[in-house]
């Protein structure tokens, strides 16, 4: 994406940033949400997802990451010294890769929480269904890609479809 963010930057400007450039690339957003107290995310059109995926994770095939027809293209903001919750879920698996920015990930097949793990932009990982996760904001803005395999057609995940073992902000 190639963002001039630093750790000062306001929110507002972060997601005006990130809009122009999606909307440079074409994708259309459906959500935005800035309300996070961890910073927000977009969503984008599901009818973009394979341009999404081909833009963001060219390095995979789409029969390798498609369990069903459905994608959930999101791009996530984490700002500086703010984490997710601590969290897994039940109807998918995610995967992530870092546009901007270095981010901790600390993931784990149990509740208890795994090392951090520092990802720089480029940096891609993969979350099963149902293991434990956790993106944290290190020093600057992380910006990170995201898609959805959900694991059950009939019954898609959606933002419900979040367990929080443990969350900073007391959700």
Same mark, same amino acid.
């Given at each position: 994406?190639?963002?001039?963010?630093?750790?000062?930057?306001?929110?507002?400007?972060?997601? %005006? &940033?990130?809009?122009?450039?999606?909307?440079?690339?074409?994708?259309?957003?459906?959500?935005?949400?800035? =309300?996070?107290p961890?910073?927000?995310?977009?969503?984008? !059109?599901?009818?973009?997802?394979?341009?999404?995926?081909?833009?963001f994770?060219?390095?995979?095939?789409?029969?390798?990451i &498609?369990? =069903?027809?459905?994608?959930?293209?999101?791009?996530?903001?984490?700002?500086?010294?703010?984490?997710?919750?601590? &969290?897994f879920?039940?109807?998918?698996?995610?995967?992530?890769?870092?546009?901007?920015?270095?981010?901790?990930?600390?993931?784990?097949? =149990?509740?208890?929480?795994?090392?951090?793990?520092?990802?720089?932009p480029?940096?891609?990982?993969?979350? !099963?269904?149902?293991?434990?996760?956790r993106?944290?904001?290190? %020093?600057?803005?992380?910006?990170?890609?995201?898609?959805?395999?959900?694991?059950?057609?009939?019954?898609?995940?959606? %933002? !419900?479809?979040?367990?929080?073992? &443990?969350?900073?902000?007391?959700?």
């Amino acid at each position: 994406m190639n963002l001039n963010l630093s750790p000062n930057t306001e929110k507002k400007a972060v997601f %005006e &940033q990130i809009a122009a450039a999606l909307k440079e690339e074409n994708f259309t957003i459906i959500k935005q949400d800035q =309300t996070r107290p961890w910073g927000g995310f977009f969503v984008i !059109d599901e009818s973009q997802a394979g341009a999404f995926a081909k833009k963001f994770f060219p390095h995979l095939e789409m029969s390798e990451i &498609q369990i =069903t027809n459905k994608l959930s293209p999101k791009i996530l903001i984490v700002a500086p010294h703010k984490r997710l919750s601590w &969290q897994f879920h039940f109807r998918r698996a995610e995967i992530w890769k870092v546009l901007e920015g270095i981010v901790g990930v600390k993931t784990s097949s =149990t509740d208890q929480e795994g090392e951090i793990q520092e990802l720089a932009p480029g940096a891609f990982i993969k979350l !099963d269904k149902g293991e434990r996760h956790r993106l944290i904001g290190l %020093e600057t803005w992380g910006i990170v890609a995201e898609i959805w395999q959900h694991t059950n057609p009939e019954n898609p995940s959606d %933002e !419900d479809d979040i367990v929080r073992l &443990q969350d900073d902000f007391g959700r």
